[in-house]
């Protein structure tokens, strides 16, 4: 059901992005978001624990009141022991990211909320004596979020940004929950021609 709903925002958001009416404005921004990942997976938090992730980002503003944002997120890789006789372990997550923003611009102050799917890929290694054992697989999910994008001038601004990821996986034979909340502050610069 999420792949069906998944495919079909993409696709809507493609259509958006190239059947612009006003393709004559050029309004792009990039830059960099850091934050702190949480994951909810109550196992798998006391194994792994939070982290932090790094979120560059293009952001290209259709309108005065929506954008389309695409992003990679990376940095997620964690050591820790599992199972019975504590075994060395790492898990690691990335993710690319396709975004509907929906934005107000008040002065310098641009509240936003966005609506997206993700691809994401999630590694875990168990480096076991007696069996080596590895998961290497990737999910399609939704994304859902809001924030706060404050200009220093036409140009430069600031980025502060609370998204949820839901990102449920099945590696074996139990379904484990590696989304979680994100906590995101970047920098960035707009173009605009």
């Known amino acids: 059901m999420t792949t069906r709903i998944s495919r079909k925002l993409l696709a809507l958001l493609a259509l958006v992005l190239f059947f612009n009416p006003a393709l004559q404005a050029f309004d792009i921004a990039a830059g960099l978001n850091i934050g702190k990942r949480l994951i909810d997976d109550p196992f798998m938090r006391d194994v792994y624990g939070h982290g932090y992730v790094f979120q560059p980002f293009l952001r290209y503003n259709y309108t005065n009141l929506l954008a389309i944002e695409a992003a ?34 008040i002065h310098n102050f641009v509240p936003f909320i966005r609506f997206g799917v993700g691809y994401y890929d999630y590694r875990q290694d168990i480096a076991s004596e007696f069996v080596h054992f590895e998961v290497d697989n990737h999910k399609i999910t939704y994304i859902m979020g809001g ?20 990102f449920k996986v099945k590696p074996v034979d139990i379904e484990v929950d590696l989304g979680g909340m994100r906590f995101m502050l970047g920098i960035g610069y707009r173009f605009a021609l």
């Open 72 to 105: 990679y997120e990376g940095g997620y890789k964690r050591d820790g022991r599992i199972g019975l006789f504590q075994e060395k372990s790492t898990l690691s997550i990335t993710g690319w990211e396709l975004s509907g923003i929906l934005y107000y611009r």
């Open 147 to 166: 924030g706060i994008t404050i200009f220093l001038n036409n140009s430069f601004f600031l980025n502060t940004e609370v998204k949820y990821i839901p």
